[in-house]
């Protein structure tokens, strides 16, 4: 079985992806007739055509497209591999927490605070990111650990534990009839006419059908949700972000939440295990929101 190089991984990455030998060459920095030798050294030592070329352009065999993603799924571990061996060997690196802006607001705090106050223990960087980043930080080694949520996050690969379970709430225009209940239901907000329902990625990324605006971006919710186009229902420490413009509405039958910490299970670090000692303190002596 031939080895195979990550400097021509990232060739055929380049020419695939831009289906152009010139622009890839471009992208790459280098000129075409390496590339293009490059390429054609690879299939003969593959024994397999990864890409058709004609007058009309190149295109991907079938081998090709399974060398993409492959070739894909290669580079990126080894990236993450060489970020992960730069943080084991800097010990006065700070450890980077992972969270989706505005969630476990509360939480988040109290564990600042508690880790602040252990003179041993190491600094925490906070790295903020929209909705569905924290697992792939995680992998990619741009992160040590994250805050996510249960049934909404990728948990698949992780080591965890559980901190809390909090109800849901929906996050209405403070104009709408609906914004003056003391409750609402999952029923009564799911097909509210004028005033469509958000929808949040699934685990794979896709999203469900539905009329509502799909989830990206904090802000972009925040936008929509003031101006009257969407309503949505979040944990309800998620509020931290409301903004005066919403109102919060307890949803009573909406599925429970579960924050979790969350840190890759090949991770032997000491400071990532005195961090989720800290975590799971706070949830033991009752000082997060059960």
Not at 20 to 45: C, D, M, N, T
Not at 74 to 89: E, H, I, K, P, W
Not at 271 to 282: F, G, H, T, W
Request: proline share 8%.
């Amino acid at each position: 079985m031939p080895d195979l190089e990550t400097r021509e991984l990232r060739y055929f990455v380049a020419v695939a992806e831009e289906l152009h030998f010139g622009r890839a060459a471009v992208r790459l920095g280098i000129a075409q007739p390496p590339l293009s030798r490059a390429i054609s050294q690879l299939e003969r030592r593959l024994g397999v055509q990864l890409l058709d070329r004609d007058r009309r352009g190149v295109a991907l065999t079938e081998a090709g497209r399974v060398l993409l993603r492959e070739a894909g799924a290669a580079l990126d571990a080894v990236a993450t591999a060489a970020r992960r061996t730069q943080c084991a060997g800097d010990p006065k690196r700070p450890l980077v927490l992972v969270t989706k802006a505005g969630a476990s607001h509360e939480l988040l705090q109290r564990l600042l605070d508690a880790l602040a106050s252990e003179p041993d223990a190491a600094p925490v960087d906070i790295l903020l990111c929209e909705v569905g980043e924290q697992a792939h930080r995680l992998r990619d080694g741009r992160a040590d650990v994250a805050l996510m949520h249960r049934p909404y996050d990728d948990l698949a690969g992780f080591s965890t534990e559980d901190l809390y379970v909090e109800g849901q709430i929906a996050l209405l225009p403070a104009a709408h009839p609906l914004a003056a209940r003391d409750r609402l239901t999952l029923a009564e907000v799911s097909e509210v006419p004028g005033l469509p329902i958000a929808r949040w990625p699934r685990l794979d990324g896709s999203y469900p059908d539905g009329p509502g605006p799909e989830v990206h971006t904090q802000a972009q919710l925040a936008q929509l949700v003031a101006l009257g186009k969407t309503l949505l229902v979040i944990p309800a420490s998620s509020r931290a972000w409301q903004w005066p413009e919403h109102v919060a509405v307890p949803v009573v039958d909406a599925p429970d939440v579960t924050t979790v910490i969350a840190w890759p299970p090949s991770t032997l670090s000491p400071a990532i295990a005195a961090l989720v000692r800290s975590a799971v303190r706070l949830r033991d002596t009752a000082q997060v929101p059960i």
